[in-house]
């Protein structure tokens, strides 16, 4: 009996749910995260263009270090960009997915 209890207690739903306007400051904060997300996409501007920099200057030089370097920095900036452009989406695609958990 003493389990089936223990089953039932952890069944409890505490009924809690985001609702916006329960604090003050969430207009602020909103600003403060696009102005990051605004801030780190510029500095993966700047990344990608000195990646491929050193990319085309490796290649012209013949350095396959440097190329090397340039090609593997091009690939992180590309995938930063991918995941700062899709974070909001992400996070409203499984945070709707786990309202859906019963």
């Known amino acids: 009996m003493h389990l089936l209890s223990s089953a039932q ?15 003050p400051g969430l207009a602020v904060l909103k600003n403060v995260v696009n102005s990051i997300n ?20 490796g290649h ?19 995938g930063a960009a991918l995941g700062l452009g899709a974070a909001n989406g992400v996070v409203a695609f499984f945070s709707a997915l786990g309202s859906q958990v019963h």
């Open 9 to 23: 207690y952890l069944a409890y739903d505490p009924g809690i749910t985001p609702s916006g306007g329960g604090l």
């Open 38 to 57: 605004l801030f780190a996409i510029v500095a993966v501007v700047g990344a990608l263009a000195v990646s491929l920099g050193v990319w085309a200057w």
């Open 60 to 78: 012209h030089t013949g350095g396959h270090q440097a190329e090397a370097n340039g090609k593997k920095g091009a690939v992180v900036s590309a």
